[in-house]
């Protein structure tokens, strides 16, 4: 078994569900011959054949209302939103319907789609295309949300969210698209959809993170260890419905929690976890909550949008602050 | 210039509203007996369920209903032509369609009741529910017209809109898709000339709504609204077309809204009562009743029982209707998710033990 | 001067800016001849003409759109979203160029417009029209987003969201649209868009709202008084950007905080505030931050959407519960 | 059937591919040397910069960058109609309208070498930046001419998509729009094929492009979109149309993307070769050149001085962007919001102070 990239793994597990499940097809745009732009759906077209791998007329609106149709009618569509900053035209259907369907109807009409969005900065690419606005769903009933991290928790997660009964925003961190290699058993083997993943054990501070910042909160973790400072991480990964017991668990045991994402500061995510903590794990707390985001700006085009980006001394930086506070 | 594409919008029109023909051609359902005065007597239930649901309305018994009155042909033509295995995916009043696929009237009551088990209908299965966010069902039925594509059935979707709807970009969407994907789909405008107050004219610079059409190179095809006959007809070739092969039509029922937008509003705000009179002359039922009477399949003394037996279909809707209890508070949980996540699970448990107080 | 209802408060707030400002408009669904489903332009088009109040065709993303063009051409449009269910079409518009449009060019086309949104439940409406979705927004840099609670504020808050120079989300409490009368002076006066209200001062609690919710929240404020319990209410107002100021001013006084809101419990603003207090006043808090929201489902159709809401009833109990902490 | 409405496609092209005249009724513009001439300077820069910006790229020195290879034509018809007064609302790639209207060749190099201050540009400041969400452009074209309207200024707003931007809801909400209320607007669609990987026909059922413009009842053209002449001359009617009132059009260009979508894309794995060589045979300086020639009005020593004197101003451009420094980090904040809130006041001083460490 070699190891394999981080988008090879998302390519493997859609290759996996198209092979052993004749509902799930794959629509967006460029999907098809030319593999998506990123080469997710790479060879799928050529494997499975154009009716299940289709190319989709150029709008976001279209890709996710046939998506709701779709899925309605027995299908399980797994579609790609080509760019991070192109899912707003989707939202209408995303969340009028596709999250509310079930509820609607008492069960009787159900919705199991999976929207892939390429997610996140640090490529150098366009406006629009860095874009981290996970926020935007997670206030959203009805739907989950979901980021991996790394090749293995990309094949395990999106086989459980194609596998899922309900809609599923499944954000790709693009710039650790191809990393770094994992091996990555092609068994077909899901992951939950409602755990945290604690990549690093710790008894001093818990990091949280998702997606590509888990990767420099990891190596903060590294840094911190260096100086004899001892973080858990925790990679949130299942982001709604969200699992914070094991984040709490963790606090419980350190004290101390930085939460980091690329999103902006107020109101991205990191606040939902914060908010938690301050509500049930006050008294387990022995410095301030501390988050290191993106800042309240878009980010930046590529000349500066690395300064934007959250950076491992940023964490550290923040991590330290805990180890102070009191 | 040399010219690159040609294109023409037919119209078509067989009951004039003085109930004479305006063509001699009719297509065979209209030369039998049974299915005109079926067709008549579903427009005429659909209008007294319309008429008892207002009042219903106006006793604080239903929340904001939308009143079907004037597309009884429209609604009728649509629903008789299709099959239970097409899917339907409605904007919110073609109750006269719901009904002829099995819905029940006192579901729609309950849906207008603030219910949402009035959406687990009697209907097909895989019909969709009443739609509110305008012309979005329309995508919903190109999704489905392109899994029955896909899965090589021989299934048509349905979808309907109103002349407002049109300029609702997933209108667009949804006829392109249709073009694009060559999907078996037939796209229905049920234009009644008023968006709440917009009237059709400032919805766009067409013509007609049916040319919308020609940017997706869809067929086109223009009915009177309020003829039964041709909008059956209409939909007749629209159906077979999808259902052979030939791909997607959209057809524009002329027609006029003669109630309120819904009872939450007062046209007399923006539009002529004049106007309104002068539709009242073209509307649907008496022009079939006229047509049918002329040709001594209908009498006075049908009409009359019919609408005896209607009243009391509905009364008896009504009443089951009022009878439904209210869902517990827990209803509100259960129908989230496949299965309850646990943060829910927590929330549920709280909600019932406030309950509980 | 008579006393005036909430509604009338905007409808005067817009008919002194048209009358004052000639790059002024109205557009919508409806907001003519019709006055608006609410009436919130009632009379407006009858005053000053179709070329300044202009009904629009029938698609969100049209009126979001125009807008953009108008509010970069020198005019500065008001868009009526006709229900809050009836925004997703609107927010690519608003997000991507809105939003974006003064950063992307370093100042040289800027976009002041507002969008005007009836706002959420408990008026017995059909489904889609009793969203609180204004979490949607408050994650996006480049945007202000705004809900005053009281005709005074209504008409304040209005007229200085019309003449800001950058885009506003300006939310409407619609359940409150004509619950009570005030006197509102019609004198051109704005109010500051960056300010919290407090409403009534207290000491052993600090209740945080806004919207509807600070009707219950008053309430349960005045509950509490008789029980010996002295709150603070704050009405928050404007949102984003978000006054934390006067919020932690209040908590470092009381060191309890309950927070409202009729949004769904995960990620909804509430958590932002929540989490800022974990991170600014943790040291002040003498008990867990309670939220009192909405729950993690859509709003149920009018039979049993009261249940959804939050009530005094709750807003007491967490009041007392932060009492009772440690 | 009655017929309720016919319409026609008209097609326009003055020069075909070998460079010989189809028509011999020119414009009057098309009569005039300079004019004419001016125009193929126009193109012929315009290549010029798209071959050194995508070799700048290859070097590392630019990021993804967008060429225009193929559209030249296309553009400077565009660009060479438009006044100053008019506004444009681009997508991505119509650098050759943009030159013409005053933005430099450096600031388009700023603005794909990752600098919002490219955006900043020397063009109108009423002019709109290059739009990434496609066909979104559209939408504010229309809320300008919806501007110049209703303040009565003689205006146009000029959009461009591409053929899969056809598809993108915006733009019919922008006809549909200009329709509806009689805008002064001309929504042009460069068809060049693709849309990325998507031919056209994948895109849509319709036959031509130019017919959307029927769906909101505007004027539709379809031109030879590697025919400056043609379109120009199109562009000329458009305006002039949409300058004294008379409304919107839709013109569809005909052209080709003769180049990779972006630099970031290799075409090879999803088209033939062979389309590519027969596009290159109707590419559209070529033909220009020829008549041109043909006329005594070009040589090939004026071809050389041409393509001498371009190459050295683009160098110099190409030069002027690369000396920009990068922005300092509180760039990111000063221009959010015209005046910078508290909140983000703190942000912007502690961004400065962790670059000062
Ligand atoms: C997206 C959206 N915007 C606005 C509304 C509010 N609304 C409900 S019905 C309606 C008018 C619909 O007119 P039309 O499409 O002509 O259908 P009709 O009601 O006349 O049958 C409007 C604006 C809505 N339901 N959805
Ligand atoms: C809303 C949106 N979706 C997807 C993209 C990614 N994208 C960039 S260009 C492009 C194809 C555009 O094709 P076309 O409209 O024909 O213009 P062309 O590039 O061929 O000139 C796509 C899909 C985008 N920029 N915006
Ligand atoms: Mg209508
Ligand atoms: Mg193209």
Known sequence: ?326 | MSTAARFSIEYLQYLGPDGRLVREDLPAFAQDRDTLVGLYKAMAFTRVFDEKSVKLQRTGKLGTYASCLGHEAAHIGIGSAMRTEDVFAPMYREYGAQFLRGVKPREVLLYWGGDERGSDFSGPKHDYAWCVPIATQCLHAAGAALAFKLRNESRVAVSVVGDGGTSKTDFYAAINSAGAYGLPMVAVIVNNQWAISVPRRMQTGAQTLAQKGIAAGLACLQVDGNDVIAVRAGMDIALERARSGGGGTVIEAVTYRLSDHTTADDARRYRDEAEVKEAWAKEPLSRLRSYLTGLGWWSEAEEATWKTESEARVDAEIEAYLAVPPPPVEAMFDSMYAELPADLAAQRARAIAREAR
């Not at chain 1, 890709?63 to 080509?82: F, K, Y």
């Not at chain 1, 969210?161 to 058993?185: L, N, T």
């Not at chain 1, 964490?315 to 180890?323: D, G, H, P, Q, Y």
Request: proline share 6%; glycine share 8%.
């Open chain 1, 1 to 326: 078994m070699a190891a394999i990239t981080l988008i090879e793994a998302l390519t493997q597990a859609m290759a996996w569900e198209l092979k052993h499940d004749p509902s799930v097809l794959i629509l967006g745009e460029d999907v098809g011959v030319n593999g998506g732009v990123f080469r997710a759906t790479a060879g799928l077209q050529q494997i499975f054949g154009p009716e299940r791998v289709l190319d989709t007329p150029l709008d976001e609106t279209t890709i996710a209302g046939l998506s709701v149709g779709l899925a309605t009618q027995g299908m399980r569509p797994i579609a790609e939103a080509q760019f991070d900053g192109f899912v707003y035209p989707m939202l209408d259907h995303l969340i009028c319907h596709a999250a509310r369907m079930r509820n609607r109807t008492r069960g009787r009409l159900t919705c199991p789609l999976v929207l892939r969005v390429p997610w996140g900065g640090g490529i150098r690419a366009p406006e629009h295309h860095s874009e981290a606005n996970e926020a935007l769903f997670t206030n959203v009933p009805g739907l989950r949300v979901v980021m991996p991290s790394s090749p293995q928790r990309a094949y395990g997660l999106l086989l459980a969210a194609i596998r899922d009964p309900d809609p599923v925003i499944f954000y790709e961190p693009k710039r650790i698209y191809r990393q770094y290699k994992e091996e990555v058993p092609d068994d077909g083997e899901a992951l939950p959809l409602d755990v945290c993943y604690v990549l690093r054990d710790g008894s001093d501070v818990t990091l949280v993170s998702w997606g590509a910042q888990v990767k420099e909160t990891l190596e903060a973790a590294e840094a911190l260890a260096a100086e004899g400072i001892s973080a858990e991480v925790i990679d949130v990964a299942t982001l709604k419905p969200l699992d914070f017991d094991s984040i709490a668990e963790s606090v419980g045991k350190t004290g101390r929690c930085v939460i980091v994402h690329e999103a902006p500061y107020t109101a991205g995510f990191g606040a939902e976890i914060a908010a938690r903590l301050a509500e049930q794990s006050m008294y387990d707390l022995l410095a301030p909550v501390e988050r290191v985001t993106g800042y309240d700006t878009h980010i930046p085009l590529f000349r500066l949008e690395m300064k934007y980006l959250p950076s491992v001394a940023r964490i550290v930086a923040a991590a330290k602050r805990t180890l102070q506070a009191s």
